[in-house]
């Protein structure tokens, strides 16, 4: 007679990370994923932690290399993650690169104050000592100082990554990565209003996703207009995530005189000016 066999399957906490987490021991954050709610107690993964984990991982692995260039480059790059949520970023950054480089620091800001004390307690939990956490909105917030070397907000939401921008150009940021998420300013403004290309938004779906599409067009014009180098592309495949735009910018010049004029045309266009401009135009 075989013997009974138990069925149900053992918990594997570093085998769920296998082929995923991006360091030579996966079992060495597992406290910290477990903390953040991305792995369940078990050491499983769901599918929504699955989901929101690789969207993390893979903007982790886009800024690896301009982390190590700030890295040489500076004794001490600082990175502020703005609207950082449970800081789910700024927490993965720090164990998988500027924790294994012993320098660099990560400034989480957040305007909830419950979030920003969980995270501070994690940080010190993790001996992540060179962490900060701020409880502040984007557009208020300063930094001891005044200079930041990164500057990151995943899925900011409508305006708030505006603020950013005007956050990143106010500490003389090197490097930008935002991930805008529902952009709903531009279609408000857009709202019944006439103009030679009042077509693309005479129809309200079409205008809520020409005024997305069109407020990271104006974003990187302002970017580039300030000396920026921009590169958008995807965050992740569109499974993972709708909010899918990734801006990177680096800066290379004090300022791009023909950005600024394709950006006046533009908004000329549109017959509209969104509060951005207003921010650091």
């Known amino acids: 007679m075989p013997k009974p066999t138990n069925s149900e399957p053992k918990p594997r906490s570093a ?26 107690r078990e050491g499983a993964l769901n599918a929504d932690s699955r989901r929101k984990l690789k969207q993390i991982l893979h903007l982790t ?52 104050a419950g979030l920003v004390e969980k995270s501070r307690a994690l940080a010190l939990e993790s001996g992540f000592e060179r962490m900060e956490f701020v409880a502040a909105p984007i557009a208020e917030a300063a930094l001891a100082g005044g200079r930041v070397d990164m500057v990151t907000a995943l899925h900011a939401c409508d305006t708030a990554t505006d603020d950013a921008i005007g956050f990143a150009l ?28 009042r077509e693309l938004w005479r129809h309200p779906i079409q205008r809520r996703e020409f005024g997305a599409h ?14 920026y180098k921009v590169r958008v592309t995807e965050l992740t495949g569109l499974e993972h995530s709708m909010k899918n735009e990734l801006i990177l910018a680096e800066r290379h010049q004090r300022g791009n005189a023909q950005a600024r004029a394709g950006l006046d045309q533009l908004v000329d266009q549109l017959g509209v000016r969104p509060r951005l401009l207003d921010l650091v135009m």
């Open 170 to 197: 106010r500490h003389g940021a090197k490097t930008i990565a935002l991930v805008p998420c529902c952009q709903a300013e531009m279609a408000q403004l857009l709202k019944g209003r006439d103009g030679p290309l």
């Open 15 to 40: 085998d769920s990370l296998e082929g995923l987490w991006p360091a030579a021991r996966p079992q060495a954050s597992v406290p910290l994923l477990k903390a953040l709610h991305i792995l369940t």
């Open 214 to 227: 069109v407020t990271n067009v104006l974003r990187c014009l302002v970017l580039e207009a300030h000396g």
């Open 61 to 112: 692995q886009v800024l690896r290399p301009l982390l190590e260039a700030l890295l040489a480059e500076s004794g001490e790059p600082v990175i502020a993650d703005l609207g950082a949520g449970k800081s789910y970023l700024g927490f993965i950054l720090y164990d998988l690169i500027l924790g294994p480089a012993g320098r660099g620091r990560v400034i989480g800001v957040e305007t909830r």
